[in-house]
């Protein structure tokens, strides 16, 4: 049974930083991406940023470039994603989420997610 536990979320004023955290148990995840997204309310949820597992290899989502890293460490089955200068829009609950390339293109598993509230 794969988790996905996200935590680090909170209340921080525009231009501040967090860094989410994303603990991952149930198996092994080398062959996966992990990846974050976010859902503000009254929106779609959109891709923030992926990782490689494996390779560490990384995307991030055009209007996070620059300010986000997606980064992992392996030793502790954890995903984070460190957010700097973050603005009022980006409010928005964050969830971490899973899934095998050979599978496809869907993410499988997700966490609960953690709000992320970012006042002007």
């Known amino acids: 049974q794969v988790q996905l536990v996200e935590s680090g979320g909170g209340l921080v004023q525009a231009g501040g930083s967090l860094r989410l955290s994303c603990a991952a148990s149930?198996?092994?995840?080398?062959?996966?991406?992990m990846a974050w997204f976010r859902q503000a309310p009254g929106k779609e949820r959109e891709f923030v940023a992926r990782?490689?597992?494996?390779?560490?290899?990384?995307s991030l989502a055009d209007r996070v470039k620059g300010r986000f890293t997606i980064s992992r460490e392996i030793s502790k089955n954890t995903v984070y994603l460190q957010m700097n200068s973050l603005k009022p829009d980006e409010t928005a609950v964050y969830y971490c989420a899973a899934r095998r390339p050979v599978e496809g293109a869907q993410y499988k598993y997700w966490g609960q997610g953690t709000q992320v509230t970012v006042s002007s």
């Open positions: 149930g198996r092994t995840f080398s062959s996966y991406y």
């Open positions: 990782i490689s597992w494996s390779d560490g290899g990384t």
